[in-house]
């Protein structure tokens, strides 16, 4: 079923429902600070379709209990109706607006921006080159030249790119199985 409430409480009712199974779908947001802080980039959670939160049928006594309270613990809701009904939402149907979430996802991790060092062991961790371990020949802050050994050099987004902890020589006080 549908709740719904002011755009900007959405978040806060789907936190507080939370134990009901309540769902809104949700996407990071990024913005530059502002004044001293305008270096600084402040992350946040904004709700991809305000004003609705989505809750499991079978809650509705429940929820038409809190919704009768004089004082709720809970953001002021309403149950949506349509001509005296309360519609019923499938999973089936809220499957693109999930897929949608999980696309927000997925485009914030192509935002992040790494600098590896030329000379450092990586390792791709996603796409074609997934598994595939070599050394960084030159990198910019948006991808790297990788060298994955007998001249075969690639250009790699940097947000694929995880390093490896390779150690040059024991450390002291360190002992090593043979």
């Known amino acids: ?13 789907t936190d507080s ?3 009901f199974g309540a769902w809104t779908p949700r996407r990071v947001e990024r913005r530059k600070g502002r004044g001293k ?10 709700p991809i379709t305000p004003t609705f939160v989505f809750v499991p049928a079978k809650y509705l006594s429940e929820l038409l209990r809190i919704r009768a309270l004089p004082t709720s613990p809970h953001p002021a809701f309403r149950v949506l109706q349509f001509r ?3 519609p019923v939402v499938t999973d089936a149907s809220l499957r693109p607006l999930r897929a949608g979430e999980e696309k927000f996802r997925a485009s914030l991790i192509k935002t992040i921006r790494r600098r590896v060092e030329p000379g450092t062991s990586v ?6 080159f997934a598994g595939m371990t070599g050394i960084v020949e030159s990198s910019t802050e948006k ?3 990788v060298n994955f050994g007998s001249g075969f050099v690639v250009k790699i987004a940097s947000y694929l790119i995880g ?9 002291s006080g360190m002992d090593l199985a043979a």
């Open 163 to 171: 390093t490896d902890v390779v150690q040059a020589e024991p450390q």
């Open 123 to 128: 390792r791709v961790s996603k796409g074609g």
């Open 37 to 46: 802080k305008r270096d600084v980039v402040v992350q946040f959670d904004v």
């Open 84 to 86: 005296d009904r309360i």
């Open 1 to 13: 079923m549908i709740l719904t409430t002011g755009s900007s409480r959405t978040l806060l009712l």
């Open 17 to 19: 429902l939370a134990e």
């Open 143 to 145: 991808d790297a030249k």
